[in-house]
């Protein structure tokens, strides 16, 4: 059993059955029904929160057991969600084929994280957009939850690196927030958050 079915066999939601404050935020630049993938969603909050605003969801995760609580989740929630069990390190979305990732506290290690960042960014159609939160090296202060391993973490600098050619970016951040998400994450905590949207296709000139 790997770490997360390990976490994801608890009792209960690790990180409740609400979505991610921030999330909730942005989600209001998409026009429902998108298409929209959620990349290391766990136990679904984030991916029944999105279907339940009238959206097409599909949760990707390497743990099963994550899955199984968010199939069960949508089911309590009356929402239609797509699952897919699939490690990031080497899977990738059709290309163009969504109009939004979400990454919320998707935490990759410095080794694959770039590659899996990119392979999702070509899975958004034109000006389709990227939603991500996750923990800061700062956060290694705080005790509100998050990978102990700084190559885990992410700065703003980064993720402007990862998507760079691919994404534009439209905020690009760092700073204190509260959490308050299921035992998982809760109190002061230091965040990056990053959104891009996908560059239009380059218009050959006309001669």
Known sequence: MNFWDQRFAEPGYKYGTEPNAFLREQAARLSAPADVLVPGDGEGRNGVWLAQQGHRVTSVDSSAVGLEKARALARR????????????????????????????????????????????????????????????????????????????????????ADFAGLLTPVLSWHGETILAEGPGHQGLAHVTRWVGRRNPPAIAAAH
């Open 77 to 160: 929630e009356g929402v239609a969600l797509v699952t897919e069990l699939a490690d990031l390190s080497d899977w990738s979305p059709a290309p163009a084929s969504v109009n939004a990732v979400a990454l919320i506290y998707t935490h990759l290690p410095s080794g694959i994280r770039a590659g899996a960042h990119r392979r999702l960014a070509t899975g958004l159609k034109p000006g389709g957009w990227l939603l991500l939160e996750a923990f800061h090296p700062a956060q290694l202060a705080h005790g509100s939850g998050g990978p102990k391993d700084a190559d885990m973490l992410y700065t703003p600098e980064q993720l402007d």
